[in-house]
T-cell receptor
Framework: GAGVSQSPSNKVTEKGKDVELRCDPI?????LYWYRQSLGQGLEFLIY????????KSGLPSDRFSAERTGGSVSTLTIQRTQQEDSAVYLC??????????????FGAGTRLSVL | DQQVKQNSPSLSVQEGRISILNCDYT??????FLWYKKYPAEGPTFLIS?????DKNEDGRFTVFLNKSAKHLSLHIVPSQPGDSAVYFC????????????FGQGTELSVKP
């Protein structure tokens, strides 16, 4: 597709379960980002991948959160042993990584995670 | 520690008038700033950006102003249209820290016909 694609669009899970959220970036974009937006809050940076460099994980809130990016394209955000405070919209973005617009990020529609 | 702040959670404007959305920041190491627009159930959409070496950038009905001494930027929409009703986020980029952005909390703009 032309834009950033995220799946699932909605996820309801029980406390303590693991969840996986998927992001397909725009083709050719070398940079990929994960953010989350809790109710009434701004976007909180989680993790950033740029090409083959080591990811910037400085925003991950705990060791229950992890992400990987396979083949420089698709990324999966995994939350283990989910807690109610993990409920939020998880947004993925990608950017070209080079050129004048290298850092303009294009967002997917997000995955709304609800932990019961 | 909120490095990017949008102190007005909401703003209501009459169609055809000017909308002014404000954003303050605390870190002088930000080297450019962006505004994003977000409709419900959609991801944020890039609107306009400005480098820290400029004080103004204009794109159609949208103009962003940057006052570095005050660490303040604003987005002007003239004239405002009902389709502009959305949540607007300002975001800041750190110099030399990759591409991650620091976002404000957002301002919900309502443009009334």
């Amino acid at each position: 597709g032309a834009g950033v694609s995220q799946s699932p669009s909605n996820k309801v899970t029980e406390k303590g379960k693991d969840v996986e959220l998927r992001c397909d970036p725009i083709s050719g974009h070398t940079a990929l980002y994960w953010y989350r937006q809790s109710l009434g809050q701004g976007l909180e940076f989680l993790i950033y991948f740029q090409g083959n460099s080591a990811p910037d994980k400085s925003g991950l809130p705990s060791d229950r959160f992890s992400a990987e990016r396979t083949g420089g394209s698709v990324s999966t955000l995994t939350i283990q042993r989910t807690q109610q405070e993990d409920s939020a919209v998880y947004l993925c973005a990608s950017s070209p990584g080079q050129g004048l617009a290298k850092n303009i990020q294009y967002f997917g529609a997000g995955t709304r995670l609800s932990v019961l | 520690d909120q490095q990017v702040k949008q102190n007005s959670p909401s703003l209501s404007v009459q169609e055809g008038r000017i909308s002014i959305l404000n954003c303050d920041y605390t870190n002088s190491m930000f080297d450019y700033f962006l505004w994003y627009k977000k409709y419900p159930a959609e991801g944020p959409t890039f609107l306009i950006s400005i480098s820290s070496i400029k004080d103004k950038n204009e794109d159609g009905r949208f103009t962003v102003f940057l006052n570095k001494s005050a660490k303040h930027l604003s987005l002007h929409i003239v004239p405002s249209q009902p389709g502009d009703s959305a949540v607007y986020f300002c975001a800041a980029h750190f110099y030399n820290q990759g591409g991650k952005l620091i976002f404000g909390q957002g301002t919900e703009l309502s443009v009334k016909p």
